[in-house]
């Protein structure tokens, strides 16, 4: 059964930069589309970026497009979410997930709240504060 972990969670200032990880185990990596969900405090679900599993098609949340970036190592079974000049509005506790799609990239927080992803992580806090 796939397992995700993520990990790279921490403080940064407004402007700085972070790197996520997020490792699998007990599957390869390689045959999963890979995204990443992000819920702030009080509010609900967002999701972020995604890969997809061959063609490496990458899908963001127009809200981090040309601020973060998504890649994959499939050989490490792990997938990244570079994050540059982060925003406070960043700050939440962000979570990857599996599935066979990256669609879901695109509903909205009140779809999306209800979405079923194949597996998904216990996820890692980011802090944008000054």
């Known amino acids: 059964q796939l397992q995700l972990a993520e990990s790279g969670g921490g403080l940064v200032q407004p402007g700085g930069s972070l790197t996520l990880s997020c490792t699998a185990s007990?599957?390869?990596?390689?045959?999963?589309?890979i995204g990443w969900i992000r819920q702030a405090p009080g509010k609900e679900r967002e999701g972020v970026s995604c890969?997809?599993?061959?063609?490496?098609?990458?899908n963001y949340t127009d809200s981090v497009k040309g601020r973060f970036t998504i890649s994959r190592d499939n050989a490490k079974n792990t997938v990244y979410l570079q994050m540059n000049s982060l925003k406070s509005e960043d700050t939440a506790v962000y979570y990857c997930?599996?599935?066979?799609?990256?669609?879901?990239?695109?509903?909205?927080?009140?779809?999306?709240?209800?979405?079923?992803?194949?597996?998904w992580g216990k996820g890692t806090t980011v802090t944008v504060s000054s």
């Open positions: 997930a599996a599935d066979r799609y990256c669609s879901w990239v695109g509903l909205s927080p009140g779809a999306l709240k209800w979405y079923g992803w194949d597996s």
């Open positions: 007990g599957y390869a990596l390689e045959n999963y589309a």
């Open positions: 890969i997809m599993s061959r063609g490496g098609n990458t």
